[in-house]
C-alpha cells in the first residue's frame, strides 16, 4: 500500500487549502485514513480521520470547525478541506493509514498505522 498527499503550500492567515491522500494498492474495503502533523519542534498531532466503511469521523480540538474531512471510495482519496487557517496550522501533514475498522483511542495513536504518507508542507504565514 502506498500513501501518496498533495496539496499543501503557502497561505495567508484566514486562507483555505484541501489536501489530498490517494491510496494505492489497497485491497482491503476497511479502514480508517487520518491526518496528523507536525510543526518544528512539536509532537505530532492528530488532525481529522474518517473510517471507510461508516464515514464516522473524528477531528483533533484545535482544528474542530475549521477542517473538514471527506472521502472518495471509489478513488481511495480522502481529503481535508482547511479553512481559517492560522499560524499554528503550520507544519508538515501526513496521511497515515490503519487497517480494520478501528475505535477512536486507535485512531488517536499514531504508533497503531499500518501505512504512512510522505508528508507535505503546510505554510500559514502573511
Known amino acids: 500500500v502506498q500513501l501518496q498527499a498533495s496539496g499543501g503550500g503557502l497561505v495567508q492567515p484566514g486562507g483555505s487549502l484541501r489536501l489530498s491522500c490517494a491510496a494505492s494498492g489497497l485491497t482491503f474495503s476497511g479502514y480508517a485514513m487520518t491526518w496528523f502533523r507536525q510543526a518544528p519542534g512539536k509532537e505530532r498531532e492528530f488532525v481529522a480521520s474518517i473510517r471507510s466503511n461508516d464515514g464516522n469521523t473524528l477531528y483533533g480540538n484545535s482544528v474542530k470547525g475549521r477542517f473538514t474531512i471527506s472521502r472518495d471510495n471509489a478513488k481511495n482519496t480522502r481529503h481535508l478541506q482547511m479553512t481559517s487557517l492560522k499560524s499554528e496550522d503550520t507544519g508538515v501533514y501526513y496521511c497515515?493509514?490503519?487497517?480494520?475498522?478501528?475505535?477512536?483511542?486507535?485512531?488517536?495513536?499514531?504508533?497503531?498505522?499500518?501505512?504512512w504518507g510522505q508528508g507535505t508542507q503546510v505554510t500559514v504565514s502573511s
Open positions: 497515515a493509514l490503519k487497517l480494520g475498522n478501528p475505535i477512536a483511542s486507535t485512531r488517536w495513536d499514531s504508533s497503531k498505522y499500518d501505512y
